[in-house]
């Protein structure tokens, strides 16, 4: 029995008009779901030169292969050209969207075109409908969500966006059912220049598999492995709150604007684990995680000031709204992380550019009064606050910081050699200065700045060698991290990569090997990278890293020590990394003979000419 199709819901918000396309079997194969599919969509459909806020840029929400088929697989994965970074951005989220599309008989939704009046869609078991928005605009997300919810079904799951999607924040994110986020790269900005506010999915059709017995079986096991299992007691207890601790100790936090990558433990622990879960109180029905057998979300009730509120922090919030603002009371930082939440703005992003504008007012490069707030540099909490909400309505100096930390350098025409991005997206709550190798994942990440793009091991200082000896071990975790994203699963939820097959035969009755499903994530990369090198992308000079991050970490364990030996050990590594990828390895450019070989035929004149546009470039 060969499988079914993949089918693809296609919606025209300009034309009101929408359809499903099937991908046959064979060309489906290749990609599967989730990440790797909504690259082959975002490939043949978003096309080099567009603009990412205009109506011909798509956002692109793909399933994962085993959404609502194997326990903690949950995540969605959304793509859209990024208007932060003018390349194809993939986020991921979890919780109940992408099993809602599986349980409507798709395996991904894509948007286009941009409504006359503002909307959000209604999708019941695949059937779409466009409803009026009017009431919705302006709303937070929370509020958002909770109407939507009262008009479609209680049990429907809600992408939104907040304000700052609205006034289009290019770091703005689609917040999931409230809690989760596809954060970074600024979809949620695309989705607001499209005028839609909201999209609910409701679906009554799960998967069927081949082999239901063995199914059951496969979900028991897998299911009770993970809820009991000692190895996931740590994520079980505080998720990914505890972590700024362990950054701090391994010279890898981004306190003060990545300036001290080491803290003292005391210092870290006022946003560590335990602090954390003393305000510990029970989630709402709807993050429960009941699907999820690891349950690592983490709900806490906290005052600041005169305000009580709820939020789900995580270990990125905490690092880059508090560390790298300088800003250590906790209950500020997670009031922070509820209002960027409540306004969809990329905690990550926003911490980010904040953290960069107050450095500037701190060493005195930069008159804040002058430019509308009562800024004094790191620590000041009520800058932070203020900040957020200018940067969400885009007021004052605000709607400069919403452009992001590469272009409001550009803007006020200083401060470019502290802000810390690769290829304009802001770096995460991990500075590469504690690990050896990882500044690689960083420069070579067809996004820019990811931590989700694969870890070297062992973990080692850069001193301990050549950068380019971790880069096969780097290499291998992007390809494991990345076949998670493409079958919905969830990174905290670690499945053995000999688990997958299983799945996929018990689903499909198709046994892949191992090796051969790794294929599908590298075709995504390889076709990234022929995009993005067509659209702007000069890798050659690109895929680099911050000065920040080659300047020595000042104090602690690891005094001294740079994210590389020297700029010639970065550019050998990269290479390195072109070479087992099968790409130029002076250029970054997949070779055509490689797109071959990865099945890509259609792409293979592409890749010819992506590699005589970069020559150009460089000329």
């Given at each position: 029995?060969e499988?079914?199709?993949?089918?693809?819901?296609?919606?025209?918000?300009?034309r009101?008009?929408?359809?499903?396309?099937?991908?046959?079997?064979?060309?489906?194969?290749?990609?599967?779901?989730?990440?790797?599919?909504?690259?082959?969509?975002?490939y043949?459909?978003?096309?080099?030169?567009?603009?990412?806020?205009?109506?011909?840029?798509r956002?692109?929400?793909a399933?994962?292969?085993?959404?609502?088929?194997?326990?903690?697989?949950?995540?969605?994965?959304?793509?859209?050209?990024?208007?932060?970074?003018?390349?194809?951005?993939?986020?991921?989220?979890?919780?109940?969207?992408?099993?809602m599309?599986r349980?409507?008989g798709?395996?991904?939704?894509?948007?286009?075109?941009?409504?006359?009046?503002?909307?959000?869609?209604?999708?019941?078991?695949?059937?779409?409908?466009?409803?009026?928005a009017?009431?919705?605009?302006?709303?937070?997300?929370?509020?958002?969500?909770?109407?939507?919810?009262r008009?479609?079904?209680?049990?429907?799951?809600?992408?939104?966006i907040?304000?700052?999607?609205?006034?289009?924040?290019r770091?703005?994110?689609?917040?999931?059912?409230?809690?989760?986020?596809?954060?970074?790269?600024?979809?949620?900005?695309?989705?607001?220049?499209?005028?839609l506010?909201?999209?609910?999915?409701?679906?009554?059709?799960?998967p069927?598999p081949?082999d239901?017995?063995?199914?059951?079986?496969?979900?028991?096991?897998?299911?009770?492995?993970?809820?009991?299992?000692p190895?996931?007691?740590?994520?079980?207890?505080?998720g990914?709150?505890?972590?700024l601790?362990?950054?701090?100790?391994?010279?890898?936090?981004?306190?003060?604007?990545?300036?001290?990558?080491?803290?003292?433990?005391?210092?870290?622990?006022r946003?560590?684990?335990d602090?954390?879960?003393?305000?510990?109180?029970?989630?709402?029905?709807?993050?429960?995680?009941?699907?999820?057998?690891?349950?690592c979300?983490r709900?806490v009730?906290?005052?600041?000031?005169?305000?009580?509120f709820?939020?789900?922090?995580?270990?990125?919030?905490?690092?880059m709204?508090?560390?790298?603002?300088?800003?250590?009371?906790?209950?500020?930082?997670?009031?922070?992380?509820?209002?960027?939440?409540e306004?969809?703005?990329?905690?990550?992003?926003?911490?980010?550019?904040?953290?960069?504008?107050?450095?500037l007012?701190?060493?005195?490069?930069?008159?804040?009064?002058?430019?509308?707030?009562?800024?004094?540099g790191?620590?000041?909490?009520?800058?932070?606050?203020?900040?957020?909400?200018?940067?969400?309505?885009?007021?004052?100096?605000?709607?400069?910081?919403?452009?992001?930390?590469?272009?409001?350098?550009?803007?006020?025409?200083?401060?470019?050699?502290?802000?810390?991005?690769?290829k304009?997206?802001?770096?995460?709550?991990?500075?590469?200065?504690?690990?050896r190798?990882?500044?690689?994942?960083?420069a070579?990440?067809?996004?820019?700045?990811?931590?989700?793009?694969?870890?070297?091991?062992?973990?080692?200082?850069?001193?301990e060698?050549?950068?380019?000896?971790?880069?096969?071990?780097?290499?291998?975790?992007?390809?494991?991290?990345?076949?998670?994203?493409?079958?919905?699963?969830?990174?905290?939820?670690?499945?053995?990569m000999?688990?997958?097959?299983?799945?996929?035969?018990?689903?499909?009755?198709?046994?892949?090997?191992?090796?051969?499903l790794?294929?599908?994530?590298?075709r995504?990369?390889?076709?990234?990278?022929?995009?993005?090198?067509?659209?702007?992308?000069?890798?050659?000079?690109?895929?680099?890293v911050?000065?920040?991050?080659?300047?020595?970490?000042?104090e602690?364990?690891?005094a001294?020590?740079?994210?590389?030996?020297?700029?010639?050990d970065l550019?050998?590594?990269?290479?390195?990394?072109?070479?087992?990828?099968?790409?130029?390895?002076?250029?970054?450019?997949?070779?055509?003979?490689?797109?071959?070989?990865?099945?890509?035929?259609?792409?293979?004149e592409?890749?010819?000419?992506?590699i005589?546009?970069?020559?150009?470039?460089?000329?």
């Amino acid at each position: 029995m060969e499988p079914t199709p993949c089918r693809v819901l296609r919606i025209n918000l300009s034309r009101e008009k929408w359809w499903v396309e099937e991908i046959e079997w064979d060309t489906c194969r290749l990609f599967l779901g989730g990440k790797s599919l909504a690259y082959y969509l975002g490939y043949k459909l978003i096309p080099p030169g567009t603009d990412p806020l205009g109506p011909g840029n798509r956002l692109v929400f793909a399933a994962g292969f085993l959404n609502a088929v194997a326990p903690g697989a949950s995540k969605v994965s959304v793509l859209a050209k990024s208007p932060l970074t003018g390349l194809l951005h993939d986020s991921h989220a979890g919780d109940f969207f992408g099993p809602m599309l599986r349980r409507s008989g798709l395996n991904a939704l894509v948007v286009e075109g941009r409504l006359s009046s503002l909307g959000y869609l209604w999708i019941r078991d695949g059937e779409p409908e466009i409803r009026n928005a009017d009431k919705l605009w302006g709303l937070t997300v929370s509020e958002a969500t909770d109407r939507v919810r009262r008009e479609t079904s209680t049990n429907a799951a809600i992408a939104a966006i907040g304000p700052a999607g609205e006034n289009l924040v290019r770091y703005a994110h689609i917040a999931f059912d409230i809690y989760r986020a596809a954060g970074r790269g600024g979809l949620g900005a695309v989705m607001g220049s499209k005028n839609l506010k909201a999209i609910a999915v409701y679906g009554t059709r799960p998967p069927r598999p081949v082999d239901e017995e063995k199914m059951k079986r496969l979900r028991d096991y897998w299911y009770r492995h993970f809820a009991e299992s000692p190895r996931y007691m740590q994520i079980r207890e505080y998720g990914t709150t505890s972590t700024l601790e362990f950054a701090a100790a391994a010279s890898m936090s981004p306190s003060y604007n990545f300036r001290k990558p080491w803290i003292p433990d005391a210092l870290a622990a006022r946003l560590g684990g335990d602090a954390v879960k003393s305000l510990e109180v029970e989630p709402p029905w709807f993050i429960h995680g009941k699907s999820c057998p690891v349950k690592c979300a983490r709900y806490v009730r906290a005052k600041y000031g005169d305000k009580v509120f709820e939020v789900k922090p995580e270990y990125e919030n905490l690092g880059m709204l508090g560390a790298a603002t300088g800003v250590f009371n906790l209950e500020a930082v997670l009031y922070y992380n509820y209002l960027v939440d409540e306004l969809g703005l990329d905690s990550i992003s926003a911490g980010n550019t904040i953290a960069w504008f107050l450095e500037l007012v701190e060493e005195g490069l930069i008159g804040a009064r002058a430019l509308g707030i009562n800024a004094e540099g790191f620590g000041d909490e009520r800058a932070v606050l203020e900040l957020l909400e200018m940067i969400a309505y885009r007021r004052g100096i605000g709607a400069v910081l919403a452009e992001g930390v590469k272009r409001a350098s550009t803007i006020l025409g200083i401060g470019a050699e502290r802000a810390v991005h690769v290829k304009g997206l802001e770096a995460p709550a991990w500075d590469p200065r504690g690990r050896r190798a990882l500044g690689v994942s960083y420069a070579t990440a067809d996004v820019g700045a990811s931590h989700l793009r694969g870890w070297p091991s062992p973990h080692q200082p850069p001193t301990e060698g050549p950068a380019r000896d971790l880069v096969p071990s780097m290499a291998r975790n992007r390809d494991r991290d990345a076949l998670l994203d493409t079958m919905g699963i969830c990174r905290f939820v670690s499945y053995p990569m000999d688990a997958i097959p299983d799945f996929i035969e018990a689903l499909t009755g198709w046994r892949p090997s191992v090796e051969e499903l790794l294929l599908a994530p590298r075709r995504a990369e390889a076709l990234a990278r022929v995009h993005d090198a067509l659209d702007h992308l000069v890798p050659p000079l690109d895929d680099t890293v911050p000065p920040r991050w080659m300047e020595p970490i000042p104090e602690g364990p690891l005094a001294g020590v740079k994210a590389f030996r020297d700029w010639d050990d970065l550019r050998e590594a990269v290479r390195e990394y072109y070479r087992l990828r099968g790409w130029h390895e002076e250029l970054g450019v997949p070779l055509p003979e490689t797109m071959e070989r990865l099945g890509l035929g259609f792409a293979v004149e592409d890749a010819r000419r992506a590699i005589e546009i970069v020559k150009a470039r460089l000329a």
